[in-house]
C-alpha cells in the first residue's frame, strides 16, 4: 500500500502563489507516476500535473506556465509550486500515485486551495 499526505493549500489572493506537498510513504515515488489533481464543487476530479518514474512531466493546458511539479526522491515527496493563482484554481487538491503492481491509483486526503479575487 503507498500512503500519501498533503499538505500547503490554504487561502491566497489572486495572483498568489502556493506549494502543495505530497508526502509518500510504503514505497518509493522513483517508481511510481505521481500526479496532483483538483476537483471543485460541482465539477469531477481533473489531473492538473504529473511526473512520471522517468521524470517526465505534463500538465493541463490550464495551468501550463504557472504551475510546475518536482519531486525529492530523498524525501519521497512531491511538490506543485503554484504561482499567478487565480480564483478558478480554487479546488480540493489530491495527490495520487500510479503504482506499477497495483491497479488504480492511491490517492491522499486532499488538501483545500481557496483562491479569492
Known amino acids: 500500500q503507498v500512503r500519501l499526505v498533503e499538505s500547503g493549500g490554504g487561502l491566497v489572493q489572486a495572483g498568489g502563489s502556493l506549494r502543495l506537498s505530497c508526502a509518500a510513504s510504503?514505497?518509493?515515488?522513483?517508481?511510481?507516476?505521481m500526479g496532483w489533481y483538483r476537483q471543485a464543487p460541482g465539477n469531477q476530479r481533473e489531473l492538473v500535473a504529473a511526473i512520471t518514474s522517468g521524470g517526465t512531466t505534463n500538465y493541463a493546458d490550464s495551468v501550463k506556465g504557472r504551475f510546475t511539479i518536482s519531486r525529492d526522491i530523498a524525501r519521497n515527496t512531491v511538490y506543485l509550486q503554484m504561482n499567478t493563482l487565480k480564483p478558478e484554481d480554487t479546488a480540493v487538491y489530491y495527490c495520487?500515485?500510479?503504482?506499477?503492481?497495483?491497479?488504480?491509483?492511491?490517492w491522499g486526503q486532499g488538501t483545500q486551495v481557496t483562491v479569492s479575487s
Open positions: 510504503g514505497y518509493t515515488i522513483s517508481i511510481m507516476t
Open positions: 495520487g500515485a500510479q503504482h506499477p503492481s497495483y491497479q488504480g491509483p492511491f
